[in-house]
């Protein structure tokens, strides 16, 4: 199982970011994929879970009306979105989906919100 994530991005406040996650070595829609972060300093925050299966998202009520999570079930990818950036969004960003029991991780994406 593998979680492959895209690259850093840097953006300016007031802009949107899309990050992805790429999934293999499973049957992609049969496993929700979770969306978490970590800010400089913080621990981890969840931020939310779609189910690839149907779309079916569950936002922290945080981020609601900010992120939008997708799912690309013929190439595996899932995806974040979080608009209207600031600086506290900056962090390192992880999907993780659990199997069996077993938490698997992406290698985490840096998104830095500077102007």
């Known amino acids: 199982v593998q979680l492959v994530q895209s690259g850093a991005e840097l953006r300016n406040p007031g802009t949107s970011v899309k990050v992805s996650c790429k999934a293999s070595?499973?049957?992609?829609?049969?496993?929700?994929i979770d969306w978490v972060r970590q800010a400089p300093g913080q621990g981890l925050e969840w931020m939310g879970r779609?189910?690839?299966?149907?779309?079916?998202?569950n936002y922290a009520q945080k981020f609601q009306g900010r992120v939008t999570f997708t799912a690309d079930t013929p190439t595996s990818t899932a995806y974040v979105e979080l608009s209207s950036l600031r600086s506290e969004d900056t962090a390192v960003y992880y999907c993780?989906?659990?199997?069996?029991?077993?938490?698997?991780w992406g290698q985490g994406t840096q998104v830095t919100v500077s102007s």
């Open positions: 070595g499973y049957t992609f829609s049969h496993y929700y």
């Open positions: 993780n989906t659990v199997l069996l029991g077993a938490a698997y």
């Open positions: 779609i189910d690839p299966e149907d779309g079916a998202t």
